[in-house]
């Protein structure tokens, strides 16, 4: 992964990339310091190529600085809802979004789960594949960084 920086009209944006400019998370702080996050519940992430221009390269620690600060608000939502949703619970919603990570599922309000792709699309027939399909899964751990259940899908 690549960790870039990039400023614009007083905004910053961070994001850390693979190496065929996919973006995995994002961080963007305004002039006002209010920061939005690709992870829950913001899942502000750029749904394009992140072009390396004149940006600033930054290493890894600066990117997780600004990332766990954009994370710090929601830390105790989180611990709370690791609690409400221990591994081996029944998780199941709705289908929000499609990232990099995997399908994101809405479980509840403030509740988010990540499920892995292949499993849901070799069980779900293609055209009903999209926001609003129900899931249905297990927890089976935590996504920290983000701020998601980890769920995979029943047999």
């Known amino acids: 992964m690549r960790y870039i920086k990039s400023l614009f009209e007083g905004t910053a944006y961070y994001f850390e990339i693979d190496e065929?400019?996919?973006?995995?998370?994002?961080?963007?702080?305004?002039?006002?310091?209010?920061?939005r996050i690709s992870g829950s519940p913001d899942f502000f992430l750029t749904d394009q190529?992140?072009?390396f221009t004149d940006d600033e390269e930054i290493s890894k620690e600066e990117f997780e600085q600004v990332f766990r600060a954009g994370m710090k608000p929601y830390g105790k939502q989180w611990q709370q809802?690791?609690?409400d949703?221990?591994?081996?619970?029944?998780?199941?919603?709705?289908?929000m979004m499609f990232y990099?990570?995997?399908?994101?599922?809405?479980?509840?309000?403030?509740?988010?789960a990540v499920t892995?792709?292949?499993?849901?699309?070799?069980?779900?027939a293609p055209r009903l594949l999209s926001p609003g399909y129900l899931i249905e899964?297990?927890?089976?751990?935590?996504?920290?960084?983000n701020g998601w259940l980890r769920i995979v899908v029943a047999p």
Do not use: C, M, W
């Open 81 to 83: 809802i690791k609690q």
């Open 137 to 145: 899964g297990t927890v089976q751990g935590y996504d920290e960084e």
């Open 49 to 51: 190529s992140v072009e």
């Open 20 to 35: 065929h400019q996919t973006a995995y998370r994002q961080v963007v702080v305004d002039e006002e310091q209010k920061y």
């Open 116 to 124: 892995a792709d292949g499993p849901v699309r070799s069980k779900v």
């Open 100 to 112: 990099p990570h995997g399908i994101l599922v809405k479980v509840r309000d403030n509740v988010f």
């Open 85 to 95: 949703y221990p591994p081996g619970q029944p998780a199941s919603g709705t289908i």
